[in-house]
């Protein structure tokens, strides 16, 4: 499975104080990572998704994954 990071999305919600501006990081189905702004990725990255545009909601993310990864 691939390293996706989800990059310098236009808002993001984490539910908690962490800094995710950058974006964050998904491996094998999970968050491995939240990218704090104006950094890069301590990971290997297999692909970059720019989310200029959109808002992430990181709980919809892995409601996502479960729904799919169960099915």
């Known amino acids: 499975m691939s390293t996706i990071w989800i990059k310098q999305p236009l808002a993001i919600f984490t539910e908690n104080t962490n800094d995710a ?8 189905g999970k968050i491995v990572e939240l990218v ?9 990255i297999d692909e970059t998704f720019n989310a200029q545009n959109l808002v992430v909601i990181s709980e919809i993310i892995i409601r996502y994954d479960m729904f799919f990864r169960d099915s």
């Open 36 to 44: 704090a702004l104006g950094q890069t990725s301590i990971r290997l």
């Open 21 to 28: 501006r950058g974006g964050m990081v998904i491996s094998e």
